[in-house]
Antibody, heavy 120, light 108 residues
Framework: QVQLQQWGAGLLKPSETLSLTCVVH????????WSWIRQPPGKGLEWIGE???????NYNPSLKSRVTISVDTSKRQFSLKVTSVTAADTAVYYC??????????????WGQGTLVTVSP | DIQMTQSPSPLSASVGDRVTITCRAS??????LNWYQHKPGKAPKLLIY???SLQSGVPSRFSGSGSGTDFTLTISSLQPEDFATYFC??????????FGPGTTVDVK
C-alpha cells in the first residue's frame, strides 16, 4: 500500500520561499507522475504541478514563474518550492500520486496535508 | 482552463437518505471526471474515477454517472461516516487538472 508523508515549514513571511518535501512509502516510485495540490482556506483545490522519476515536470501556468518541483529518486522523495510567497499562498498543501487507470488520470493516494501560513 | 461547478452546497441530509451531488464542466470532458471525499484534517480519498468506476475498497453505496458536461455522484443510503465534503475533478485537460468547489454534506 502506497503512503505519502510530507513535511516542511508551516509559517513563512512574505517574500520567503515555501519548501515542502514528500516521501513515498511502499509501492513503485517509478512509472508515475507525482503532484502537488493546494487548498486555500475556504476555497477550492488548485493543482500546482507534477514531476516524474526522470525529472520531467508540468506546471500550472498560473504559478509556473514561482514554482519548482524536483525529485530525488534514491530517496523516493519529491519536493516543492514556491518563491516570493504572499498571503495568497496561504493554504493546505498536499502531495499526491497521479494514478492512471484505464487511461484515465486521478489522484490517489494523498499525503496528510501541510498548512502553510504566510504572515508578516 | 476548464471550470468546474458543483451543486448544491451545502447539502443537508439524514442517515439513510439518498443523496445526489451534481458537477458540471464548462466544456465537454468526455468521461474524464473523478470524485473525492474529504473529511476535516484528513487526506482526500478517491471514490470514483472515469465518471462511473468505483475505486477499489470504496463501498458500493457510492456511484457515479454522466458524461460530457454533466455528472452526478450518488450515495444510495447515507451512512454516519459519509458526512464530509465531496469534490469533483476533471482530468480531460491533462495535465492542467481542475477541481470543483466542493459540496459539504451535513446533518439535516
Amino acid at each position: 500500500q502506497v503512503q505519502l508523508q510530507q513535511w516542511g515549514a508551516g509559517l513563512l513571511k512574505p517574500s520567503e520561499t515555501l519548501s515542502l518535501t514528500c516521501v513515498v512509502h511502499g509501492g513503485s516510485f517509478g512509472g508515475y507522475y507525482w503532484s502537488w495540490i493546494r487548498q486555500p482556506p475556504g476555497k477550492g483545490l488548485e493543482w500546482i504541478g507534477e514531476i516524474n522519476q526522470s525529472g520531467s515536470t508540468n506546471y500550472n501556468p498560473s504559478l509556473k514563474s514561482r514554482v519548482t518541483i524536483s525529485v530525488d529518486t534514491s530517496k523516493r522523495q519529491f519536493s516543492l518550492k514556491v518563491t516570493s510567497v504572499t498571503a495568497a499562498d496561504t493554504a493546505v498543501y498536499y502531495c499526491v500520486r497521479d494514478w492512471q487507470q484505464a487511461l484515465f488520470n486521478s489522484f490517489d493516494p494523498w499525503g496528510q496535508g501541510t498548512l502553510v501560513t504566510v504572515s508578516p | 482552463d476548464i471550470q468546474m461547478t458543483q451543486s448544491p452546497s451545502p447539502l443537508s441530509a439524514s442517515v439513510g437518505d439518498r443523496v445526489t451531488i451534481t458537477c458540471r464542466a464548462s466544456q465537454s470532458i468526455g468521461n474524464s471526471l473523478n470524485w473525492y471525499q474529504h473529511k476535516p484534517g484528513k487526506a482526500p480519498k478517491l471514490l470514483i474515477y472515469a465518471a462511473s468506476s468505483l475505486q477499489s475498497g470504496v463501498p458500493s453505496r457510492f456511484s457515479g454517472s454522466g458524461s460530457g458536461t454533466d455528472f452526478t455522484l450518488t450515495i444510495s443510503s447515507l451512512q454516519p461516516e459519509d458526512f464530509a465534503t465531496y469534490f469533483c475533478q476533471q482530468s480531460y485537460s491533462t495535465p492542467l487538472f481542475t477541481f470543483g468547489p466542493g459540496t459539504t454534506v451535513d446533518v439535516k
